[in-house]
């Protein structure tokens, strides 16, 4: 295991401002952590059978910032971080190259337009899933990998090293709390209230109203990972009262925040 490899890409990414990052095993795809489970073709080593790391990287999503959604504001944010995980991942996996470990990234989504998601809702590689073997969170009821620092305010991409890296493995303990909001507040229903991966949610009813919302250019929605409980950000912006996002809660200076945003910059 290359120690001294390891140490250099943590210090690379902390100078790349990466606060959530990991190292899976390619192989404990073949030992699937819970039923049912995706097919063989998706794991790293079928895309890449040299792969012996996946390094996976997680960008946060600013909490006042998704509060907004559906919004141009958090539509822009979304684009940001896309571009900078990506990029991010590239100039990784481009140094590792150079240091003579074959390496490329893989595309924060991969998928060419909202419409292709109905006929194949899938992408070719799940980055939630190699967070989770990376260490980086567990899956909660809104579907979404939870993470401590940010809950599942994290966008995820993933890197495939023939670097023999030291790997981390999934965390212990359940970070969904239960609390059962991102179910009731999802705006078509499509969580049915079920741990992972029963927690499937409807994807076409998903899809079809960020198609909507892609029409008004202020998709994605959001809403499952706006009002988890779970994350340290809560703390820092000062979020933990949850009441705040119901219609009869105190903080009606966010309420006329959120309603000024949501004014501009899409279609009506
Ligand atoms: C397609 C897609 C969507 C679609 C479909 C929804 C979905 N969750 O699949 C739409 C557009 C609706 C969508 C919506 C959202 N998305 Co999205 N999405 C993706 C994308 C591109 C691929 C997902 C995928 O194919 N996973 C692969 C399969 C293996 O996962 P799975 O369906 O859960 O598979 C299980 C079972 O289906 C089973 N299985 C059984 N039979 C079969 C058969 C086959 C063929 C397969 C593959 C699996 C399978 O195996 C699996 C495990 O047991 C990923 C990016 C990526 N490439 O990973 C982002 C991603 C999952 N999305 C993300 C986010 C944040 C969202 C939204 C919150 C929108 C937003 N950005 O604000 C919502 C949340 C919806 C929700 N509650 O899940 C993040 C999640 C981050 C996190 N913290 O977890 C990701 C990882 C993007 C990223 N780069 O960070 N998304």
């Known amino acids: 295991m290359n120690e001294k490899l390891k140490d250099d890409l943590v210090r690379r990414m902390e100078s790349m401002d990466i606060p959530l990052y990991g190292i899976a095993d390619p192989s404990v795809w073949e030992s699937p952590p819970f039923e049912p489970w995706m097919p063989s073709d998706f794991y790293p080593r079928s895309i890449y059978p040299e792969c012996r790391s996946v390094i996976v990287i997680g960008l946060p ?3 006042p910032v998704i509060e907004t959604t559906p919004s141009i504001h958090y539509h822009e944010m979304y684009k940001t971080v896309n571009q900078l995980l990506d990029q991010s991942a590239y100039r990784l996996s481009v140094h590792l190259s150079e240091k003579g470990h074959g390496s490329f990234y893989i595309p924060r989504d991969g998928y060419g337009s909202i419409g292709v998601l109905k006929d194949q ?6 980055h939630r899933h190699a967070a989770y073997f ?3 969170g567990t899956f909660g009821m809104n579907n979404a990998l939870l993470t401590r620092k940010y809950g599942p305010r994290v966008r995820f991409t993933s890197i495939f090293t023939t670097a023999e890296l030291p790997h981390d493995h999934p965390l212990d303990s359940q970070l969904c709390t239960r609390c059962f909001r991102c179910i009731k507040k999802c705006p ?5 209230g079920k741990d992972y991966p029963e927690a499937l949610l409807d994807k076409e009813k998903c899809r079809l109203y960020n198609e909507k919302l892609s029409n008004r250019y202020i998709h994605p929605c959001g809403v499952c990972i706006k009002v988890c409980p779970v994350g340290e950000d809560r703390k820092l912006f000062n979020r933990t009262d949850m009441s705040i996002y119901e219609a009869e809660g105190q903080r009606k200076d966010l309420r006329a925040a959120w309603k000024h945003v ?3 910059g899409g279609k009506k």
């Open 61 to 63: 999503i600013s909490l």
């Open 262 to 264: 949501q004014a501009y």
């Open 188 to 192: 078509v229903q499509a969580l049915p």
């Open 134 to 136: 990376a260490g980086l």
């Open 121 to 126: 809702p899938f992408a070719f590689f799940s």
